[in-house]
């Protein structure tokens, strides 16, 4: 039973003085959780947001997130983007004596104040959300004022 302790555990010898930060980098990112989170410090995913004349374009890394773990919502000119994710490992033995489940949940929230919500289009490919998200038409709303 000693293996299903939580954490790495390693052996103090000699060899390992001075390659502790190493080498616990190299357990951290080939033994941890699923590619997203360990590419998601804080709960939070990678966005890039560019700003034409006539449209935002959003772009999200979400590795490994298939679109029905996606949930994109716009509400009062506030474009959310949720992800969650949970895996369950499969084991059809009956006699494991460790089994695991992986969840995650992160969010990010953009202020888009003159979004319009007709015509977002939103895409997934190879790890990359795209969201297109178009402006609204400006109108001058300015008006001359006549003194009396």
């Known amino acids: 039973m000693a293996g299903l302790i939580p954490f790495n555990r390693k052996q103090n010898d000699l060899m390992n003085i001075g390659f502790d930060d190493f080498s616990n980098m190299l357990d951290d990112f080939f033994t941890g959780s699923w590619p997203i989170q360990r590419s998601l410090a804080g709960d939070k995913f990678k966005i890039d947001i560019q700003d034409n004349d006539t449209e935002y374009t959003i772009e999200a890394e979400l590795p490994g997130v298939k ?3 996606v949930e994109i919502t716009l509400n009062d000119g506030r474009l959310n983007i949720s992800v969650k994710k949970e895996e369950v490992s499969e084991n059809k033995s009956k006699k494991y004596i460790h089994r695991e489940r992986k969840y995650a949940q992160m969010s990010r929230s953009i202020l888009l ?15 990359v959300l795209t969201i297109q998200v178009p402006k609204k038409q400006h109108e001058d709303t300015s008006k001359r004022i006549m003194i009396e």
């Open 67 to 69: 679109k029905e773990d």
């Open 113 to 127: 104040a003159d979004a319009d919500d007709e015509g977002i289009k939103a895409k997934l490919e190879e790890g």
